[in-house]
């Protein structure tokens, strides 16, 4: 497709089980984004790759949180051993190069993730 | 560190009047600024962004935002409003601070009504 797709679109998970978020970037971007977006609030950056190269991870909440981009298109963010705060709805986006900064980002329609 | 604050969470409007939709924010660099819009179950779209170039900046759909450094604001406007526009309306703020980290904080949003 022309844009970024998210799977699953909907994902309802028990207090500790962990899960996996997938996310096809539009084919050719360079960068990619995972953000988290809170009920009623504005999307939080999580972690940012590069290729396949993870560059800055500093908005990962916990180490429950882990993502990957092994081939540098596809990137999976799991979150392990889930817990009701990490419900919320999380966001992908990429950009065509590497200077995401003044560049237009691409969003997919998210994940929501309800943890019960 | 950055920040940006949407000063309204909720604007409503009649369908052929002007619309407002209000942004500060606080940079310690020279920011890159953008405003997105989410319509219902639809991934995050820019509608027009600042990178130092023309302080006033035309976007799509007919918006326009003007950058003022003197009052730290970036609101978008619209001269007459459409029903199509109903949706939520988040203003972005984006610094590169280091190599491979960019900052990039969106607002808590503005859900915006348009009454026909």
């Known amino acids: 497709g022309a844009g970024v797709s998210q799977s699953p679109r909907y994902k309802v998970a028990k207090r500790g089980q962990d899960v996996a978020l997938r996310c096809d970037p539009i084919?050719?971007?360079?960068?990619l984004f995972w953000y988290q977006q809170a009920l009623g609030q504005g999307p939080e950056f999580l972690t940012y790759f590069q290729n396949e190269a993870q560059l800055d991870k500093s908005g990962l909440p916990s180490d429950r949180f882990f993502a990957e981009r092994p081939e540098g298109s596809v990137s999976t963010l799991k979150i392990q051993r889930t817990q009701q705060e990490d419900s919320a709805v999380y966001l992908c986006?990429?950009?065509?190069?590497?200077?995401?900064?003044?560049?237009?980002?691409?969003f997919g329609p998210g994940t929501r993730l309800t943890v019960l | 560190a950055q920040s940006v604050t949407q000063l309204d969470s909720h604007v409503s409007v009649s369908e052929g009047t002007p619309v407002l939709l209000r942004c500060n924010y606080s940079?310690?660099?020279?920011?890159?600024l953008f405003w997105y819009v989410q319509h219902p179950n639809k991934g995050l779209q820019l509608l027009l962004k600042?990178?130092?170039?023309?302080?006033l900046v035309k976007g799509i759909n007919g918006f326009e935002a003007e950058f003022k450094k003197s009052e730290t604001s970036f609101h978008l406007t619209k001269p007459s409003a459409h029903m199509s526009d109903a949706a939520e309306y988040f203003c972005?703020?984006?610094?590169?601070?280091?190599?491979?980290?960019?900052?990039?904080?969106f607002g808590a949003g503005t859900r915006l009504t348009v009454k026909p």
């Open positions: 600042y990178t130092s170039a023309a302080t």
């Open positions: 986006a990429s950009s065509l190069d590497a200077s995401a900064v003044h560049n237009e980002q691409f």
């Open positions: 972005v703020v984006s610094v590169k601070w280091r190599r491979n980290n960019n900052d990039m904080r």
């Open positions: 084919s050719g971007h360079v960068s």
């Open positions: 940079s310690s660099y020279s920011p890159s």
